[in-house]
């Protein structure tokens, strides 16, 4: 008897949150929603459901493998089913990713957005594309530097290549897997 109560108790109340849930696009028609649905084109028809004060949205139709969680208008965290876990800053940009590049099930890879100290001018994304611990790439306003030997080089593009310069001279480089590497003349 308890077990029956119990259930017609949790089907009432599952049933009054999803009356409150919409379906819909995501974010209305400010162009920061219309920009998140360039990124995310199942954005344009999600399932949005209140939860306390924050929306969570997800695909309306499947497959339903990925999650956001946004206050006022606003993305906090995503879940994709790419593997990655995104965190959003009250600026609206990524401060935090993790994710799973090679699909086993253990994350991977992790960039996050630093903080401006008063003697910085910039803002970098550092990241640490095998998860050993050391940054291997920052990117601010300034490039994109990658860290090579222990030392942080920018990174350059000419025409199709990614290269550092190294005594004086470009040289082309590339991530192997598990480092940047100056790749041979």
């Avoid at 949150?17 to 919409?22: E, T």
């Avoid at 208008?73 to 994710?99: C, H, N, R, W, Y």
């Amino acid at each position: 008897m308890r077990n029956s109560v119990l259930l017609v108790f949790i089907s009432l109340v599952l049933g009054a949150c999803a009356r409150d849930c919409r379906t819909g696009s995501f974010g209305g028609d400010s162009d920061e929603a219309r920009a998140i649905r360039l990124d995310w084109p199942w954005m344009a028809h999600v399932k949005e459901c209140p939860v306390g004060a924050y929306l969570v949205d997800g695909p309306s139709e499947g497959p339903y493998e990925d999650l956001v969680i946004s206050k006022k208008g606003k993305p906090l965290i995503s879940i994709t089913s790419d593997k990655e876990i995104m965190v959003f800053g009250e600026d609206g940009q990524v401060a935090l990713k993790v994710a799973d590049r090679n699909g086993d099930g253990i994350f991977d890879f992790v960039s996050y957005k630093t903080a401006v100290k008063e003697d910085q001018e910039h803002r970098f994304y550092i990241t640490d594309r095998d998860m050993d611990g050391e940054p291997d790439m920052k990117v601010g306003d300034g490039g994109g530097f990658a860290k090579i030997d222990g030392r942080w080089l920018p990174l350059e593009r000419r025409g199709d290549a990614t290269g550092v310069i190294v005594d004086a001279e470009w040289r082309p480089a590339q991530w192997n897997g598990a480092q940047w590497q100056v790749l041979p003349r």
